[in-house]
Structures are given as structure tokens and as C-alpha cells.
């Protein structure tokens, strides 16, 4: 059996520029942090002849049983399972710290650790940005999907990075060099909130994209404040700045297409900044998921009790890429110390 698992990740800036769409014209970048939350999948390889009247189970929120790929609901597994060279005899489990469409790149996670499961489980190991680009490939050509390309490369390679993108198969990560200090000094002041409101990313993206020529020069201001964003948190200026900035990054994504906020998002994001919130934006592609907050610690307790009816996780950054983390066909089975975070 291998156990693989791959963090869901928090954009603070940048985000929508990591569309092809957009960047292979103007070029974009974000800059964000891999959390230490995670997507885990184990992949096995079984014996089905003559034992069991299925050669294929997955687990995830259902359970499949079936005689072959081809006959699995779950369009991700199956797709991943023949893109993998797997017909029959294997067994699938996924789990994951929080829920789906949070806005958090979970199915990219999803795809990274079951790719790297798969293609580890066949004896090739897949790391790194090459375990993203192949997620990248797998989700735009194989899965037909409307994604951008941060995601993957949070999932793979992990850590608090600025990330630059030239091509689908050309992508630059620049580690974040920030303190240890720092880094719990920032972490301490985020809060997120769910809005308890799930959306399939993909239909958000699609009328964003249908407007994306309208919107060059937005993305190229959110491009803009990822440098600035990176200048600040890589100096010594005072850290509410980064939060003043967030405010006006959800100022440029909110106005790039009506879709991505809603009437119950607008009124979470009013209640956490009368509280006392320096700034904010909403994860992922917008419409649900969770809200973030830059939220100085005197003032946290008026924020929770301002938005008590939803839950609160606060996030850890910096985490590491996707990892086999248990390896049943080898003598070394090591378990990777987490931290969950949740409040």
C-alpha cells in the first residue's frame, strides 16, 4: 500500500493571473502558501481472479466496486487510473482534512496525490514541479478542465512562494525568505472563515474567463501587487500593511465579474472588517468557500463573535509539497509529523 498525501493552499495575491488565458500573453504570477491541511490518497494494487467479484474499489465520499476502469462514477480516478495504465486490480481511498469547493485547491490536491500514489505504486517517482506539470497536463487535456496553474504547483512542491508562470511547462518558484519570527507573526494574524456555501470553481472561472481581454489591465495590477506583496513580507515594514493590501487585492478580483461575490459573501467580509479586520479577500475562485482575514490578535475575539455562526480555521503555512508519506512495499513507512490547525 502507499499513502500519499498533498496541502491545500491559501492565494493571497495574484490569483487569476495563473490562467493561461492571461498569462501566456501578459504573463502573471501569485503569491501564496501551501497549509498544513491535506488531500491523502492510498493506492494498492490487489488480487481480484478467482478471490472477488470486483477487480476495482474507491472510497471517497461513496463507495465503487467495479469490474474495470471504465465503469467508475468518479471521472478524476477513473480518468487518473487509465492515464496511469491501471484497467483492474486496484483499490483507492481518499480522505482529506476539509472539505471540497472551500476554495482552497483541493482538487488539485486531490490530482497531485493521486497521481504521485499511482505513479509510485508502478515504481516511478514523481516529484516536484514535474509531479505539477503532469497534473497541470492531466486537468487541462485529459479532464477538459477550465483550472489555472497555481494549485498544482502549491500541491507538488509545497511552501510560502511566489510563483511565476511563462508557460504551462514553464514555471518559476521563488521561495518566500522570511524569518522564522516573521512568518508565526503573519500566521497569527489570519483567520478564515467558511461561508458555508460550496461552488464548483470551474463554472465561477468560466465567466471570468469569458471577460478575461476586458480585464488586462486589473490582472496586470494584481500581478503588480504580487512584487509589492513580496517586497513587504521579505522586509521589515509593518506586517497591517500586507493586510491593507489584501483588502485592495479583493477590491480587483471582486470587480473582474459579478459571479465571484454574492450577497452573503459581501455581508461576512463587512462583518469581519467593522470588527476590526485590516483587509481580506475570499479563497479560490470566488461565489462560496472560505473567507480570509488579516486580523491584528487584540482584535480577533470581536471578529469571532462578529461571524460566531461560522467556522474558524486558522491556517499554518509553509507546509511541504506532496510527499509519499507511507510506503507497504518497503522496510521505510515514515509519517510526517502534522499540525492541523483547526479552531
Keep these: 500500500m502507499i499513502l500519499t498525501r498533498a496541502p491545500l493552499r491559501v492565494s493571497f495575491f ?20 501551501a497549509i498544513h491541511q491535506y488531500s491523502f490518497i492510498t493506492a494498492s494494487q490487489v ?37 496511469c495504465g491501471y484497467e483492474r486490480d486496484v483499490e ?25 500514489a499511482l505513479r509510485f505504486l508502478s515504481g516511478r517517482t514523481l ?40 508557460r504551462e511547462d514553464d514555471i518559476v518558484v521563488h521561495p518566500l525568505s522570511i524569518s522564522r519570527s ?19 470553481a470551474e463554472d465561477v472561472v468560466k465567466a471570468q474567463l469569458s471577460n478575461v481581454s476586458a480585464n488586462t489591465d486589473r490582472y496586470r495590477r494584481m500581478r503588480a501587487q504580487v512584487d509589492r506583496a513580496y517586497d513587504l513580507l521579505t522586509g521589515n515594514a509593518p506586517l ?28 461576512m467580509y463587512e462583518k469581519g472588517m467593522q470588527a476590526g479586520a485590516l483587509g481580506g479577500k475570499l479563497l479560490g475562485a470566488g461565489a462560496g468557500g472560505f473567507v480570509l482575514f488579516f486580523v491584528p490578535p487584540e482584535r480577533q475575539r470581536r471578529v469571532e463573535a ?22 507497504g512495499m518497503s522496510a521505510r513507512a515514515p509519517i510526517a509529523e502534522r499540525r492541523l490547525g483547526v479552531a
Excluded at 92 to 116: M, N, R, W, Y
Excluded at 194 to 199: A, D, K, Q, S, V
Excluded at 317 to 327: C, H, K, N, R, Y
Aim: charged share 25%; with cysteine; aromatic share 8%.
Design 92 to 116: 483507492i481511498h481518499h480522505i482529506a482534512d476539509l472539505p471540497a469547493k472551500t476554495g482552497l485547491g483541493s482538487s488539485s490536491s486531490f490530482v497531485v496525490s493521486l497521481l504521485q
Design 240 to 267: 497591517s500593511l500586507f493586510g491593507e493590501m489584501l483588502d485592495g487585492a479583493w477590491k480587483e478580483k471582486r470587480a473582474l465579474h459579478s459571479v465571484i461575490s454574492n450577497s452573503s459573501v459581501d455581508a
Design 47 to 83: 488480487q481480484s481472479k478467482g478471490l472477488l467479484d470486483y477487480s476495482i474499489r474507491v472510497t471517497y465520499r461513496e463507495i465503487e466496486l467495479v469490474r474495470e476502469a471504465a465503469e467508475l462514477r468518479h471521472v478524476p480516478i477513473r480518468e487518473a487510473l487509465r492515464h
Design 182 to 200: 516573521r512568518l508565526l507573526e503573519l500566521e497569527s494574524s489570519l483567520m478564515m472563515f467558511y461561508t458555508g456555501l460550496e461552488r464548483r
Design 14 to 33: 495574484g490569483g487569476g493571473t495563473d490562467y493561461p488565458a492571461h498569462f501566456l500573453e501578459h504573463g502573471g504570477a501569485v503569491l501564496g502558501s
Design 127 to 166: 516529484t516536484g514541479l514535474d509531479l505539477a506539470y503532469e497534473a497541470i497536463a492531466f486537468e487541462r487535456q485529459v479532464l477538459k478542465e477550465s483550472v489555472g496553474c497555481q494549485d498544482q504547483v502549491f500541491a507538488a512542491v509545497g511552501g510560502f512562494n511566489m510563483i511565476e508562470f511563462r
Design 306 to 327: 462578529a461571524l460566531a455562526d461560522h467556522c474558524l480555521i486558522r491556517p499554518h503555512l509553509d507546509a511541504p509539497g506532496s510527499t509519499v508519506i507511507f510506503d
